[in-house]
């Protein structure tokens, strides 16, 4: 390595390191300020929740350190150009700003569901048809105000995950952009046909663009309200497409896609959906493909954090995930020909890639 490429990578190295910094702290204060003006995860009236297994700091603060030193390595091997924290820049400060006001706005409307125990009240909005939505679906998960139906909560979602995550998110969603490079090494973007299944307000979608712009991109939720943001988010890549519908009864045709990408949905799942929705995405992809899954980490994934993902469900709400953290994938990928290639953890996040029979 010649001394400008080690000058260059020392200063990149830096300039992570400022910028990631920069974002934990100010995500970081966010979410202390609102466990300062909320009740915390005990429930008034009730004994204080104690998790089975012991939670340890120690290896919670070394997955998060790992986290960053990973995402670095992913950049400097070449797998995603640096974000350089695209949240945080100057021109972006009124609107950070903004959904930070938002956010903390919204965090003791957040705290009276959870010492309710409601988090069913959404049935009743009017944008709630169910004719078109399953039950399962409307609902607040996390608390979230207006579940996944509404311009509001659409605009301050991803803050909020950053700031529970204490501005790891998207280094956690990194993880599974590194899977998908390596899917799409040597072989001409333009060919390939990527689905992003739940995707959300887009948030992954620019990610995965920003790294690889002439991708052709497909992003399916079944929040309208989220799939129009995302359709904003991904409005300057022509090639791209965003869709409504539900996970489970994809409106694709059968082997369309190359590649199909699962960010934090399995956990908000059923059990009874999640075979279902393993089976669409297997029957979507072409022979040979993969279904790259990111979601939270379950039981024994690092034993030091079981303690950890024990409080989740206590403080948000969460109807299906202490199921999923005891939930084996491994039955419902078999039965659709699915093989496990890859693992990888991301703090409190597991990326694992599955592959389908060619």
């Not at 009740?39 to 960053?68: C, H, S, T």
């Not at 190359?258 to 279902?276: M, Q």
Request: overall charge positive; aromatic content about 10%.
């Amino acid at each position: 390595m010649s001394l400008f490429e080690t000058v260059a990578k020392t200063a990149g190295r830096a300039r992570y390191t400022a910028a990631q910094g920069l974002r934990s702290a100010w995500y970081g204060g966010q979410y202390a300020l609102a466990r300062r003006r909320s009740a915390g995860f005990n429930r008034p009236g009730e004994p204080a929740f104690k998790p089975q297994n012991k939670p340890e700091v120690k290896a919670l603060r070394k997955a998060y350190i790992d986290l960053f030193r990973r995402d670095r390595a992913n950049i400097e091997a070449g797998l995603y150009p640096d974000p350089m924290a695209q949240d945080m820049r100057m021109r972006d400060l009124p609107g950070a700003v903004k959904r930070a006001r938002s956010f903390l706005k919204d965090v003791a409307q957040v705290d009276r569901r959870r010492l309710d125990r409601d988090g069913t009240e959404v049935r009743g909005h009017e944008a709630a048809d169910p004719k078109r939505f399953p039950a399962y679906y409307r609902q607040n998960f996390h608390y979230q105000t207006d579940g996944w139906l509404s311009d509001e909560s659409a605009d301050i979602y991803d803050h909020q995950v950053e700031a529970l995550f204490t501005g790891a998110a998207d280094a956690m969603r990194r993880g599974s952009l590194a899977e998908l490079a390596r899917e799409l090494g040597g072989k001409d973007q333009r060919q390939m046909e990527v689905l992003d299944l739940a995707c959300g307000t887009g948030r992954f979608m620019r990610q995965t663009l920003n790294a690889f712009p002439r991708l052709s991109l497909t992003g399916i939720d079944l929040s309208p309200n989220y799939a129009r943001a995302a359709r904003e988010t991904v409005a300057r890549w022509p090639q791209v497409d965003v869709v409504e519908g539900q996970a489970e009864a994809l409106p694709f045709e059968d082997a369309s896609f190359d590649t199909v990408v699962s960010i934090y949905l399995f956990h908000e799942l059923p059990p009874r959906v999640r075979g279902p929705v393993i089976a669409e995405a297997a029957r979507v992809l072409r022979p040979g493909g993969a279904l790259i899954v990111a979601d939270s980490l379950q039981f024994g994934d690092n034993p030091g954090l079981d303690g950890f993902l024990e409080y989740f469900p206590e403080g948000f709400h969460e109807p299906y995930y202490k199921g999923y953290l005891k939930w084996d994938f491994e039955p419902a990928m078999q039965a659709v020909e699915m093989t496990a290639e890859r693992t990888q953890l991301a703090f409190l996040t597991k990326v694992k890639v599955w592959r389908k029979a060619g």
